[in-house]
């Protein structure tokens, strides 16, 4: 039964991406080289895609490959345990993505993590920090793909930021995701479309888990 939901949250968003940017299915198919037959069964959700699939669905729609992987249910199921911990668990799924395509993942560590973090939210405090953030956001932000939850937490983070609410502490948590955003060069760079921006979507639900806390 939850094959089957999954499958069908890939192909609600798959078809509103199709209608979104004017694409056919036949469009696609050639784009993508996957055969429309294939394609359409996905999007009814009779089959299954692939890692492969969702890579080239996400590199001809220009989203975020990770937004596609979720739909398609090969996000592991979580215990109410292992949720409280949650960014263990987005990291070892991070590191299980960056596997599957090759990529060399030993930096991606919670170490790393938080000094990047640590870094960045001193620097968000500067004068040129904050000038970074009011005048590169947007233009990176347009440049990440079409609206996702990934894109919603991020404005959601800019305007608490720009209206600085919240104690010192949290707006320097909000400061140093939004840094790590801008800068294309990270653990991931940017420019690996489409998993380039991963480790920018842990730091986010990082940053967000410890505002919670």
Do not use: W
């Amino acid at each position: 039964m939850r094959h089957n939901k999954v499958d069908n949250e890939l192909g609600v968003q798959l078809r509103n991406l199709l209608k979104e940017k004017s694409i056919s299915m036949r469009s696609l198919s050639k784009q993508t080289e996957i055969d429309t037959a294939t394609i359409s069964r996905i999007i009814n959700g009779k089959r299954k895609a692939n890692l492969n699939h969702l890579e080239s669905f996400a590199k001809s729609l220009e989203v975020p490959v990770v937004d596609l992987i979720e739909a398609a249910g090969y996000r592991a199921e979580t215990t109410k345990e292992e949720k409280r911990t949650g960014i263990d668990m987005e990291l070892k799924y991070t590191k299980k993505l960056l596997e599957a395509y090759e990529i060399e993942q030993e930096r991606l560590t919670m170490e790393n993590i938080e000094q990047e973090l640590k870094v960045h939210q001193e620097y968000s405090q500067t004068e040129e920090g904050r000038k970074m953030i009011f005048t590169s956001f947007k233009e990176k932000l347009k440049k990440s793909g079409s609206a996702n939850s990934f894109i919603q937490q991020l404005e959601e983070m800019y305007h608490r930021f720009r209206s600085q609410k919240g104690s010192k502490t949290e707006v320097a948590l909000l400061g140093g995701a939004l840094i790590y955003f801008i800068l294309t060069i990270d653990m991931i760079p940017d420019y690996m479309f489409a998993i380039g921006f991963l480790d920018d979507v842990l730091i986010v639900k990082y940053t967000m888990l410890l505002l919670k806390c």
